[in-house]
């Protein structure tokens, strides 16, 4: 089955530092990637739609310049935290989906839990 | 009004048990449904997709009403590794596909 892999898992930092988190998709190439984040006890919840090669679409609410994704070819796409703070201590997810056919379902990588002292 | 709303649990049953979990969404343009599960602290792993004809996947049954835009997940003699958080997703296709997910459901099998 599809693959995703997010990397590193955990990363505990102080604030003011700038956090890069991976996501690839090891076995199909993934047009589209998602970003989510997820608080305690909450739903995921999109952060930004990444297409390969083009800007990304951020959702209402999410600072670019705090957040922000590269696209770079079709089987890894990158969101740098920037400037860290306190409150961007999340768990961050990628997800991805291969082809244009937007009924397909997402693979999501195995999310990357962020801590910021 | 949420766009994805589901039961609010957590589920307490034992095993062997039938627990049926239920979901409505808002947005009638809505193409496609599935149903994830989430592991404590875990990402979420696609459980099955939601079609207007049923589907089954050994234990698992889903159920998808577009007139009431209602979704089930059936869930079989349950087993204390089915424990986890259901969600239910809707794929809104006319932008991009981008899931919402509902808040989920906790299910906890006890022996």
């Known amino acids: 089955g599809a693959v995703v892999s997010q990397h590193p898992s955990r990363v505990i930092c102080k604030s003011g530092t700038s956090v890069k988190i991976e996501c690839r998709s090891l076995?199909?190439?993934?047009?589209?990637m998602f970003w989510y984040r997820q608080f305690p006890k909450k739903s995921l919840m999109l952060m930004a739609t990444s297409n390969e090669g083009s800007k990304a679409t951020y959702e209402q609410g999410v600072e670019k310049d705090k957040f922000l994704i590269n696209h770079a070819s079709l089987t890894l796409s990158t969101l740098t935290v920037t400037s860290a703070h306190p409150e961007d201590s999340s768990f961050y997810i990628c997800?991805?989906?291969?082809?244009?056919?937007?009924?397909?379902?997402?693979?999501f990588g195995d999310g990357t839990r962020l801590s910021i002292l | 009004r949420k766009e994805v709303e589901q039961d609010p649990g957590p589920f307490n049953v034992p095993e062997g048990a039938t627990v049926a979990f239920n979901c409505t969404y808002s947005?009638?343009?809505?193409?496609?449904f599935f149903w994830y599960r989430q592991d404590c602290r875990k990402e979420p792993k696609l459980l099955m997709s939601v079609y207007s004809s049923g589907n089954e996947d050994g234990r698992f049954t889903a159920q998808l009403n577009r007139a009431s835009q209602y979704i089930s997940l059936l869930i079989r003699d349950s087993k204390l590794s089915d424990s986890a958080t259901y969600l239910c997703v809707v794929n809104r296709n006319n932008q991009g596909g981008k899931l919402i997910f509902g808040q989920g459901t906790e299910l906890s099998v006890k022996p």
């Open positions: 076995d199909f190439q993934a047009t589209t």
């Open positions: 997800s991805a989906r291969g082809g244009g056919n937007t009924n397909q379902p997402q693979h």
């Open positions: 947005n009638s343009a809505s193409q496609s």
